[in-house]
């Protein structure tokens, strides 16, 4: 695995694999990895001839008062992970290289980006789609690995992708889980023992929701009011937002189908999580 820290180096790696007339999957991650980032390699692996996997911090993305000084960072064991798993190629730039002095162009997202987690991080996914249409650009990716844990992200690089005309493809892995149906997530690291335990009820919540889906619900406040019931049992799970939602936009729905997207933000201790299932596969 070759270790890429500037520009000119990604750029001259990538122009080498082109004249080989190789295919580029590039698989973007804040580092910390865990088996959904892996996940993400093997995907890549399969649509690709070369993975790319970049890591960085994105300043850009965090909020004031969010946890950028104390967000989990293990390079050494992220280089063996990433090696392991088939990434031919590991970018990892310092914040002077993604945004150098002077630096203030932004992408400014739709309003797609205004409910449910762009609502709860004001400025966040414009950091984000930001820090990616970088990396595009940089890159020249064939094939680009989101996960759909992160699923209005992903949405809103499709549509980027989509409004901007990059020429690659999007492939979005599904989310993947521990043994009890905790999402992985890099801030699963924060939780001690007993709020680890807790945090299981936010699948336990969509759990509830695919459960009222199979049983003939339709209602999206309905199924939203017993996700609620579901956790109003766990009073330390603080609960910001239930997402009854159409999985293009991401617009609240009244009536839900099978492709309808449930998801949901919450805070155990101090660590706020995310997931969400699309409503006729249930968690897995």
């Known amino acids: ?62 909020g004031p008062t ?13 280089r063996r992970l990433a090696e392991a798993r088939g990434v031919d190629a590991l970018f990892v730039p310092g914040e002077a ?49 989101f996960g759909r844990k992160d699923v209005q992200q992903a949405v809103l690089v499709r549509q980027m992708v989509r409004d901007l005309d990059w020429p690659l493809e999007l492939a979005i892995v599904p989310t993947v889980r521990e043994s009890d149906g905790l999402a992985m997530s890099s801030r699963n690291a924060y939780l001690d023992p007993e709020e680890r335990r807790r945090a299981t009820a936010l699948s336990g919540a969509l759990q509830e929701a695919h459960v009222a889906w199979r049983g003939g619900e339709r209602s999206g406040k309905a199924i939203e ?12 799970v603080q609960v910001e937002y239930i997402a009854v939602a159409e999985p293009d936009t991401l617009a609240p729905v009244t009536e839900v189908q099978a492709t309808s997207v449930v998801a949901l933000a919450a805070r155990v201790g101090l660590t706020r999580l995310i997931d969400n299932i699309v409503l006729g596969e249930g968690v897995v």
């Open 1 to 62: 695995m070759i270790d890429l820290r500037t520009i000119p180096d990604l750029k001259g790696w990538v122009r080498a694999r082109r004249r080989e007339g190789r295919r580029i999957g590039l698989v973007p991650t804040m580092g910390f990895l865990h088996e959904g980032h892996l996940a993400l390699v093997d995907e890549a692996r399969k649509r690709a001839d070369v993975v790319l996997m970049s890591i960085f911090v994105n300043p850009l993305q965090f």
């Open 66 to 78: 969010e946890d950028l000084a104390r967000y989990p960072r293990d390079l050494a064991r992220d």
């Open 97 to 145: 290289v993604m945004y150098p002095p002077g630096s203030e162009i932004r992408v400014v997202p739709g309003r797609s980006a205004e409910r449910w987690e762009g609502a709860a991080r004001p400025g966040h996914f414009g950091g984000v789609l930001t820090v990616v249409a970088k990396l595009f650009h940089l890159a020249e990716p064939d094939v680009a690995c």
């Open 225 to 236: 009011a017993r996700m609620r019931r579901f956790l109003g049992a766990f009073p330390d």
